[in-house]
């Protein structure tokens, strides 16, 4: 599914359960995250839809480098030349996206939270099973604008993996909270503001606090990597995944 205008001038590609993100301005497009290996069509459709070409794609900016984010960037790369950005702590994960530990074993985890299954089953039927590592990747600055389309501010948000970061848009009034902050857990099923549960989590304490910094962007639209858009404040959709707590 493409939803143009999720906020001012960004558009979001949604399948299995998974979004990805175009950023526009006049300079071109800037791709956040990579979803899944079949949203690659969707992407081409996406970018048709907008009155875009593919050579008008500047970047792909990682929000991290777990394989539902990953999913189609290194085709990206090789097939445009499109320079791909992430964390330099997620360096050694973009490589090898299957490649993390996280506090509580992902494989058995869903067994306790049946809600999760269908979700999971979308995502291993949409490529979440066969996704390619991207081995240059270019580090990002954090604390300062991207000079790429939309002048996205990438601010360091660990926890979820080492090198999470979340992208503020301030003069768009959104945050690219990736799976910082996330309104449906595929691990859980649950729905709402939330961090992901401990079965992809590296840190659940780390995540809950890095929260304040989802918060301190003062967005108005937070717009997850998994699940609808919060339009209620960055601040509330915080609070809210604190109350949620580790799970």
Sequence with gaps: MFTPYVADGIHRITHAHVNCYLVEDDDGVTLVDAGLPSMWPMLLAALEDRGRRPDQVRALVLTHAHFDHVGFARRAQEEWGVPVLGHPADARLAAHPYRYRPERNR???????PRSLPLLGRMAAAGALAVKGVRDLSPLETGTALPVPGRPVVVHTPGHTDGHCILDLPDRGAVLSGDALVTLDPYTGRRGPQIVAAAATADTAVALGSLDAVAA?????????????????????????RAVGAH
């Design 217 to 241: 962007t003062g967005a108005g639209t937070v717009l997850p990597g998994h699940g609808d858009r919060w339009t209620q404040g960055a601040e509330a959709a915080a609070r809210h995944a």
């Design 107 to 113: 494989f058995l985890y869903p067994f306790g939270h």
